[in-house]
């Protein structure tokens, strides 16, 4: 997320991202004037035609059609001034301008022109303004074009967002009239040399973000000899060791940009000779220590963001800046206490994020916020046991988050009033007791409301029309669902783990764009509507309530569904075909029903299945190798096999008959069998010991026969093994994996009259060969094998089920929100992936699988 590209965000999320805005609005503010006006009067100069044609010519794609006025004289419009992008000089009619920067910023977008910049560009000797950005026009070579440096009369050159790689070339210093410069985001590119900048004496804006300059030692010396200068962005540009002294000298610059580096060492107290600054951006480093109380002299100071560095100290100098509109001093280890007394008089604050800190904050109810305060995230710090009152007096906030700060206090009544311009508030992971407030439905602006994690008790209220997120996990509440459930935009529902009652109200299908789903650890029942699912759907779980009836039809429109989860309820009849629709499937959970009937072949058809566990029902197989063989029919070819990349199955406890068919030992990504507790005849295959991930192995209480397989010595990473039950005959593989696992588990292989040999007392007549162990090493893939890893626990594999809790949405929605809303709910799938990679070894409570924060 930190190299995400900043431009992409929408308004929204701009107007609440104060260190970013800080890009957006200086790329306006230094656009240079052009000498003279331009205009589409002007008729264009032939050979300049020419020159822009073939500047076509080496655009090979144009998917948006943005050249398309671009045509040969016979073609179209003849007039070159008057085409898409260009502009042309008022009084001598030359090209002046050439505008094609992909305004889309990013070279995925379908908007981006591909291909390369033609050399013929040269011919457009009177252009001053040229904006490619965020285009895929790397060419064959992928380096910068070195002949861009010939475009003397240049004051603004944009390639940002161009896929580039290799050096930045010096002949860029010959463009001694550019005011405008930038180079940012631009792929693997980097800079040895950056004396070339010397012959800029006009800049103004620099931007070398994501340009590794890691060989450069003194690059503020350089800046130093551009007078102009006054903006320069060198984030992402792989800067280390401690800030050069002469920082100290760029007394001149505006904004200063240094984020995503890596220096360290403490932050000089010289940083406040930089007194013309506005807006500095030191975050994503690994500064340490107090931020010097010289930021006092910065007095114009506007937007100061020092979050995700080590610093250990807030001064209380930080309150005499009046310009500040912007403070971001989140993941740090700030200790201490912050007062009101730090904010004395900074009144025009809007935005502040102390987020992830070890400070107390200790604000008196008294307190008048400054009246533009619209952002406040005290997350993770230590705000409570009461509720801070002072919000109340917040005139407009739109964003707060208040979570895991200790507060162990009831909702105020003045909640829904103070709060009714919010759009995000969050408040997961306190003591919050009391009811939800009942007028919430109210709060019009609100979207994204996060209350998980606290012990509020009642029903829970109807919920605001706009809302888009609710998460209200692990609480207390009771009560049936709030009748208008169906929120037209709500995406994300999660009120798992309460003591809620009742149906699931019809009206839940009248959510459309519904993605994700989590009801688990209820008391609700009766049968799902019948008009239940959506095409946008993703992700359900609604394991471990009682719910009945059958599967609804409906939703098999659910084409997009990656985990459904409904073990744990009292659904019944037959597993129905069209669940081979669902072709996303990643996990299929349902375990602990009263399912019957055959397993439906078309199960074969969810090609992406990781998961499979339909353990404890009543559902018989005569043949459990049709249900693998109808996989492999899909893979004509060996090496496609790989691409099954089960994880876990678990079709224990049902009446599956047959054998267990040699082809299992394709699905080499598996981590967990469970077929305990059916009626499997035959042999354990052979080939075992190539499912070389395998953790855990349960075919217990069956009718296997014959010997155990020797590979199964193979399986270094095997935790769990359970053989026992069942009718298995000769001596058992020597090899320390099985020893050790003995010992931890001596009934494994009990039940087996024919087993001899060690570890069992019973010697075997005819003597056991010694088998050799195999040798593998755990890799890293082995944990992250095929999408995500599911840790685990072993024994609780039957009762795996996920609640979308707190602590594994909260920061990717932060991020979420100070990037953009839409990107995360495009790209909802995201979520499942966060949710999945972060399941870890901790157990369960609460019967709820708990989660990894994220780091
Ligand atoms: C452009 O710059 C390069 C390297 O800085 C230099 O060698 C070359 O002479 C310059 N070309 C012109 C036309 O000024
Ligand atoms: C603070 O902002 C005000 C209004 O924008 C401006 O007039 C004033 O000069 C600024 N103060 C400093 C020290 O830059
Ligand atoms: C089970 O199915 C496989 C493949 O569909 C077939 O080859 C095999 O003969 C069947 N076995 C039995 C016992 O029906
Ligand atoms: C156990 O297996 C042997 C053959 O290995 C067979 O003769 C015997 O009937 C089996 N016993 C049971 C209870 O299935
Ligand atoms: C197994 O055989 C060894 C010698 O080969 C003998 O010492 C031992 O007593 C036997 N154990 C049992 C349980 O029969
Ligand atoms: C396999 O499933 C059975 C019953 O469904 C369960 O008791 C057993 O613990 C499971 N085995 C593993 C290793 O999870």
Redesign the pocket.
Known sequence: MRRSDPRSMPLLAAAIAGSFLLIITTNALHQPKTNDGANFGATCIPHERDALLAFKQGITGDPAGILDSWQQPDGGEQNCCRWRGVRCSKRNGHVQKLGLGNSNYSIYSHTALVGQISRSLLALEHMQHLDLSYNNLRGRTGHIPEFLGSLKNLVYLNLSGINFNGSVPPQLGNMTRLQYLDLSYMGATYSTDVLWLTHLSFLHYLNLDSVNLSTIVDWPHVVNMLPSLTALHLSGCSLTGMLPDSVGQLSSLVILDLSQNSYTGPLPEFIGSLTSLSRLNLSWNNFTGHLPASIRYITGLKILDVSHNNLTRLPPEIGTLSNLTGLYASHNLLDGVITEKHFRSLNSLQNIDLSSNFLKIRISSRWKPPTGLQIVDFANCKVGPLFPAWLQWVVDIRYLDISNVGIDDWIPDWFTIAFSNATYLSMWGNQLKGRVPANIETMSSLKVLYLANNTLTGQIPNLPQNLIYFDICVNSLSGPLPANIGLPKLEVLSVASNHITGHLPRSICRSGRLRTLVLANNHLEGGLPKCFGNKFMLFLDLSNNSFSGKLPPSLQNSEMLQVLQFSRNMFSGRLPEWIGKLKRLRFLGLSKNMFSGNIPINLTNLQCLQYLDLSENELYE??F??IL?GQLLFYDSIPRIIRLNMTIIDLSSNDIT?EIPEEIATLDGLLSLNLSRNHFSGNIPSKIGSMQLLESVDLSSNKLSGEIPTSLSNLTFLGYLDLSYNNLTGAIPSGSQLDTLYTECPYMYSGNNGLCGPPLNKNCSSGAEPTEQGHFTRTEEGYWSGFFYIGLEYGFVASIFLVSCALLFRERWRVAYFQSFDKLFDKAYVLVVVIWARVIRKGTENGVLRIAPDS
């Open positions: 005569r043949n190798s049709t063989k047959g």
